[in-house]
């Protein structure tokens, strides 16, 4: 029995490079999406008067 456990976890399928890849990518660009619609959003107390980073896009409503 010892022997068939070996034999089907020697064929057992991958996970594929590029679902790992897809995934990694995904993450990020939510990031980076999400950190532009938070610095878009209203500012939280305290942060009324703060200036919004270079790199972030105005975003007209």
Known sequence: ???L???AAANA????ISATLLYVVGFIAA???GSIAWYNSKRP???ENKERPD???KVEK
């Open 45 to 47: 107390v305290g942060w």
């Open 1 to 3: 029995m010892h022997l």
């Open 5 to 7: 456990m070996e034999a």
């Open 31 to 33: 990031v980076s999406i």
């Open 55 to 57: 790199v972030v896009p």
């Open 13 to 16: 399928p991958h996970f594929p």
